[in-house]
């Protein structure tokens, strides 16, 4: 888990951009890792969390930042209550990122919710965010790290494709390029960056209470 401080209040928000539809291919044909971690699905190129248990570590309890997170019936339930600060929880893939790959996963928040990806699981890389609002509004991070501080790489941006409850939400890199889909919609597209991290999972900005259906990663 990490704690950032709050700078998502002062980036200005954009205006609308337009919906392109996008189809997706699945080719994800790296050499297999050693995944000792995986324990909710047999293929070697996936993996797999459908919240129907724990075992992989999600739930965690943090009075002193008003934060938790919960599994149960299907459901990881991710609340924020401070003010000043967001949180992350992400576990280890072992996926392999250095080739084309794909993240899936369906999220609902009352508030600011996203997709980490890239983490290293420690303090040395926090990945990169796809954030979305229930306002409809979407934003891109890099998270930094210990020492570093977060680098806007796409400002907040309405997209009419996001809806104030359950949202399909992919992230695919493919060719070079990062593309980020919601309910089936392309709203962003960019130049792929490095990733040193195979940790993912969920970001909830102050005061939100979020929910994550599922998450699969593909290579």
Do not use: H
């Not at 998270?143 to 949202?167: M, P, Q």
């Amino acid at each position: 888990m990490k704690k950032t401080t709050l700078l998502y209040a002062a980036i200005a928000l954009i205006g609308l951009s337009t919906l392109t539809s996008c189809v997706r291919n699945d080719y994800y044909t790296v050499d297999p890792p050693v995944d000792n971690n995986n324990n909710n699905n047999t293929d070697p190129y996936k993996f797999n969390e459908e919240f129907s248990n724990d075992q992989r570590g999600w739930a965690f309890g943090s009075s002193a930042d008003s934060t938790y997170a919960f599994v149960s019936g299907g459901l990881m339930e991710f609340i924020n209550y401070s003010v000043l600060a967001s949180n992350t929880q992400v576990v280890n893939t072992n996926g392999n990122f250095s080739g084309n790959w794909l993240i899936e996963t369906r999220i609902k928040s009352d508030n600011d919710m996203g997709v980490i990806f890239g983490n290293s699981g420690d303090q040395y890389e926090y990945g990169y965010s796809f954030i979305l609002n229930n306002g409809g509004y979407y934003v891109v991070y890099k998270e930094g790290n210990a020492n570093t501080d977060i680098t806007v790489l796409k400002n907040w941006t309405a997209n009419n494709a996001i809806n104030s409850t359950w949202n399909d939400v992919t992230i695919e890199q493919k060719n070079g390029y990062w593309i980020f889909m919601v309910n089936g919609y392309e709203v962003y597209q960019m130049e792929a960056r490095p990733i040193n991290g195979k940790y993912c999972g969920f970001i909830v900005l102050p005061q939100t209470q979020g929910y994550a259906d599922y998450l699969t990663v593909s290579w």
